[in-house]
C-alpha cells in the first residue's frame, strides 16, 4: 500500500461518523488505520440501519460501510487487563491515535494526554467531541442533528425561518472529522521539525461554526441575522433552484456580465427598474425569480441546458443519487471504487475525493480495502504487535 501517509500508523478508538471519517480519509491516503472496536457488537454503526445487506445471519450496515474503508479491525474491552495492555502496546508503536470520547473518558480508563505523551512522546492524538473539550458546555454529548441546531445550521436551512431544516447528510459530523484529518496532518508534519506530537482538538460546534462563511461576517460585522429562504442565494441573484416546463434546474449568475448574457439569451431587459445590478436584483428578488420562470416555462431541460452553455451560464440539474453514481463524469473521477469485502465479496463504494498525479483515480493508495468485519484482524494486529516489540521499534 503507497500513498502520502504510507508507514503511519492510527489507531482509531472512534465510532459512529465524525471520527471514523477522519480516520477513513487518513486511510485513503496510505497510512494503516486499526480501528479497536468493543468485542460483541462493535462500532455503533454496524448496528444502524436499515438498509443492511448481505446473509440473514451476518448482516452488513451500509451506514459503516460509508465511513470505515482502508481501515483493519480488531477487539479490546478496554476494562480488561488484556485490552489495557494491549491498547499500550498499540499506542507505544503507533504515530496517531483518534478519540471521540465524551472529555475525561478516556482519562478515566487510564490513557489521559499525559500518560499517551508518556509512553510515546511523538504521538499525535485527534480528540473530536460534541461541543468543545472545555467552556461551560464541554461535557454534552454531541449528536450530528443537535449540533446543526444548535450550530445555527438549520437556521440556515429550509424554505423558510418557520422551518428550519437539517441538511441530508449528517454535515457536522463530516466536517468534524474532515478538521480533524486535517489538523493530524499538519501536526505530522510540524513533528518532523520537533519531533513531538501534540493534541489536535475540533468538535461539531466548532466544525460548523467553521462554515458559516459568509452567512458569520454578514452577524459579526453587519450586524444581520440570516434566516433560511430556501433555495435562492441570500446575496446574488438570480442564484437558485427554477422551474422549467418538464422540471427544475439551477442556475448562477454570479455577476453584471452574466447577468447580460443571460438576458440576452432569455429575452430579459438587463436594465429594467430593480434589475440593473445585483444590489437592485437582491432586494426585488420574488420579482426576478417571477421573470426567469417565466422565461423557462415554455421550455424543457434537455434545451434550456445546452442554451445555458451556449451562452456561458453555470446550470445544472438536480440529480438523485442513482443518476449521481452512474454519471460518467462521477466515474471518471475515480469517486467509485470496487473493494473485495470479507462477508459481501466484491461491492462497490463512493471513493476518496482526492486525486494525485500518479495515481489519478483512486484516491492516495495503490488499492483499497473494505470495511473490516468486527475482530477480522484480531490476529494479524496482534503478530504486528508481537514483531515491533521483539524489535523494540517506536515510531
Known sequence: MTGPLDGTTVIDLTRALAGPHAGMMLGDLGARVIKVETPGGGDDTRGWGPPFVGPEDDPISTYFLSCNRNKESITLDLKSEDGV????????????????????VLDRLGFSVERLHELNPRLVI???SGFGHDGPEGGRAGYDQIAQGEAGLMSLTGP?????????????????????????????HERTTTGRGRVVRTSLLAAIVGVHAFQGTRYTVAGEVGRAQGNHHPSICPYGLFSCADGMLQIAVGSEGLWRKFCTAFGLDPDAAGMATNRERVGNRDAVVDAVNAAFADRKLAELLPALAAAGIPAGEVRTLDRVYEWEQTRSQGLVIDVDHPVLG???????PLRFDDNLYAGGRAEHLAPPALGQHNASVRAWLDERDAEGTAP
Not at 346 to 352: A, H, I, K, N, R
Open 346 to 352: 466484491t461491492v462497490q463504494l463512493p471513493g476518496p
Open 85 to 104: 495492555a494491549t491498547l499500550t502496546r498499540l499506542v507505544t508503536h503507533a504515530d496517531v491515535l483518534l478519540e471521540n470520547f465524551r472529555p475525561g
Open 126 to 128: 485527534l480528540s473530536i
Open 160 to 188: 423558510d425561518p418557520d422551518h428550519p431544516t437539517r441538511v441530508g447528510v449528517p454535515i457536522g459530523d463530516l466536517l468534524a472529522g474532515m478538521y480533524g484529518a486535517y489538523g493530524v496532518v499538519a501536526a505530522l
